[in-house]
Structure formats: structure tokens, C-alpha cells
């Protein structure tokens, strides 16, 4: 094999090395890892979760910078480019950078048949232990128990939602689901559980494992009224919050479990009351509830499974009157669309179904049958729907925001959903030119 000398080759490479895109199994990556000799001397905190993972970290690691702390941050999936899943002291890390943890990873592999994603995970977790970090903040790709990201111990675990997803690697249910997230719980060390009602699963393995086991609703809190939110833990309390910046009502959930998992962290990362003040007015996170302003108004949304297309319904409903929805969906044919399409009917006047770059994707053809089911199982009796307009099949998501830009009108809206690969495919180059004003 000729050595890979840019990082587009090397992510081709690692797609080269394993028969399947997942192989869940911590045993041929374990041993890659202790062959690179990968540890961290700085606190760790390892997000896993249904939904909310993302924002999660991006407020912990916003209101750690804004106390001072060397932040180092892995997250996936990208959006648009590999290197947004590494951030170091705020900054996107650049290819180059990566390079030579690439080559390490490559001469530690051996024979072991390492996933994509394992086999980038490695890449990442050295570049971070390289880094003279204060602190690292690693999310969970899928489950937690087996995922790569599990390698590390961690110091403080963070459960965010606990829903129905990869059903076919986690489980049937939630139990089973959250037995598998509940992996990344380590003996004595905080575990923050942020869903108000959590599997039974995630409370017997921290209990039997002896983790210091915080609960929502228990060991902290929140309240919130229009202009500003509180939050209470075990010892320390927050008044007169301004709101995150990150939209959405599901985001007092995430950050109260983030304000959770820094009083328990406290003792080795103090933050200040202003330190979380201003991390959670200045954190950014593109694609989750992310509404650009402009005419139509444009809201882009990773939402990827039912539940939080739940959460983008919510939140859909709490802006202000438009007179149509169009909406730009294309997703992944292993989620339930069925499901995800019956929460946002009676939301959406026109459907733009798109095409997307993987082999996982739904086709645009199955789109339109599953969107059929969905409106003919849906039972008499419920909220009517609007008067549904014909539906446009298209190539990429960046074609079929062409076309919904087209046939809006500037009081409507437009909503790009259903998967990162839907939003990643109209940030890819820019906004289209029509679109071009939502950036100013």
C-alpha cells in the first residue's frame, strides 16, 4: 500500500480496512490503543445519549473556556468537514494536525481490522492527549458500553436522553438501550443522568457499579419563566439565567445536567458563576435548532429519529405564524421515517425529498412511500393537516433547497431536517446564493 499523504486518503483508507461500517466490540481496538500508549492526565467527561449529546458538550466545553481552562472536545459526526470533530481550545483543528496521528495509528494497527470509525477515534483521542488540555469532553458515537470513545475512563459521565435508535446494535427498548449507555459509568465517579425519567437499566448498573449517581429531578433542577431560568444542585445554586444560546426548550434539560456535572467536578475544575453566564450566552453549535433569519426564514435541524423530530415539532410550534412550512428531508433508511414523517405532518404544507451521499440513505422513492403510510395510518380524529402540496424528489439536499427556496414565499419558512448528511449537504458549499442573506 502506498502510504497516505493527505487526509482525504486516509479517510478513505480507514473505509478500506473493515468489512462492516460497525463492529461494535472494544477488544481490536483496545489493543491498538495500549500499543500507542493514548491516556489523559486532565479530568475527562464523556457524553452518551439518544439526543442532546452535541449540545451538551458544546455548553460544558463553552463555560470551561470561559473560566480559563484548555479545552480539548471530540464530537461526531461532522457536518460538512472531519476535522469539526475536534476542536482544541475552541478552534477546529486542521488536517495537517492530523496527519501524523493518522500514520501512528496506521503502524500501531498491525493486522487488527479497525472500523472507520475506530480507527479516526484513536486518531483524535492522541492528537487530544498530545495537547496540554485542562480538560477533554469526548461524545459517545452509538451506545456507550462498547463504543470506541469507551476506551478512556472517564471521570464524569453525562446521560442526556435515553430513546428509541439504533434499535438493531442497542436493544428493542429503552431498558435495553440504557443498559448500553450506562457502560460508560465508571465505580465511584460522578454519573449525571439527565433524562427526567430515566430506564430502570441506568440506575441499577450505577448502583451496582458504586458510580456517585446524580439524578434530574433529585440530586438537581431547573425552573425557568419567559425572560430567565435557575437551576439547584446538591450544594450550589444559579439565579436569573439568561437562556442558552442555543435554542430550543429541550436545551434548560442539557444544560442543567451540564451545571450538574461541573459542581460534581468542582473539587479538580472550579467555574465561576460568570464563567457559566457567559459560556452559555457565547456557545455556538450549527444544526441544532438553528434558525438563520432572513426571508423565508431558514431553520436547520440535525433531528434524526423520532424523538428528537419530537423535540423539533416543539419547537417548530413555539416561533411565530408562517403562512406555509416546506421542508427539506432526506435520512437514513435504518431510523424509523414512518415514525419521524407522523409528528411533522401536520406541521409541513410541502415536502422536498432528497437524495443522500451514503449507501445507508433512504431513497427519495422510498421517502414518497413512507410518507404515504404515514398519512394513511394516521388516525381519524386528530388535528387536521394542511392542505399538502405536491411533493419534488431531488438529487442532494442543496438541490432541494433550491426548489423550496423557489416556491416560497418570504413569510414562509423552510425547515432542512432528518439527518447530518441533509444539513451538512446545504452547508457544504455555502448557502445557496438566494439564500446568501440568511449569513448576513
Known sequence: ??????????????????????????????????????????PVFTVAGTNGKGSTCAMLEAILRASGYRVGVYTSPHLVHFE??????????????????????????ADETLTYFEFTTLVILRLLAGAELDAVVLEVGLGGRLDAVNLIDTDCAILTSIDLDHMDYLGPDRESIGREKAGILRPGRPAIVADPLPPRSVLDQARE???????????????????????AGRARRHHGLAYPALRGANQLLNASGVLAALEAMRPRLPVTAQAVRNGLAMVELPGRFQIVPGEPTLVLDVAHNPHAVSTLT?????????????AVFGAMKDKDIESMFARMLVLVDR????????????????????????????????????????????????????????????????????????????????????????LA
Open 209 to 231: 457499579i458504586g458510580a456517585d449517581l446524580w439524578r434530574a429531578g433529585i440530586d438537581f433542577n431547573f425552573q425557568g419563566d419567559p425572560q430567565q431560568w435557575g437551576w
Open 351 to 438: 415536502w422536498y425529498f432528497s437524495a443522500l451521499p451514503t449507501p445507508r440513505a433512504a431513497s427519495v422513492e422510498e421517502l414518497v412511500a413512507l410518507h404515504a403510510r404515514a398519512l394513511a395510518a394516521r388516525p381519524a380524529g386528530l388535528a387536521p393537516l394542511p392542505p399538502h402540496e405536491p411533493h419534488g424528489t431531488y438529487s442532494a439536499p442543496r438541490t432541494a433547497l433550491l426548489a423550496a427556496l423557489d416556491a416560497a414565499d418570504p413569510a414562509d419558512r423552510i425547515v432542512v431536517f432528518g439527518s447530518f448528511f441533509t444539513v451538512g449537504g446545504v452547508l457544504a458549499d455555502g448557502l445557496p446564493r438566494r439564500a446568501a442573506r440568511h
Open 314 to 326: 416543539a419547537n417548530l410550534d413555539q416561533m411565530g405564524y408562517h403562512p406555509r412550512t416546506h
Open 1 to 42: 500500500m502506498t502510504t497516505p499523504s493527505t487526509l482525504a486518503e486516509w479517510l478513505a483508507h480507514c473505509e478500506r480496512l473493515h468489512p462492516k461500517t460497525i463492529d461494535l466490540s472494544l477488544e481490536r481496538v483496545q489493543r491498538v490503543r495500549a500499543r500507542l500508549s493514548v491516556d489523559f492526565a486532565c
Open 84 to 109: 469539526e470533530r475536534c476542536r482544541v481550545d475552541g478552534e477546529v483543528i486542521e488536517a495537517a494536525q492530523l496527519l501524523p496521528h493518522f500514520a501512528a495509528v496506521e503502524a500501531a494497527r
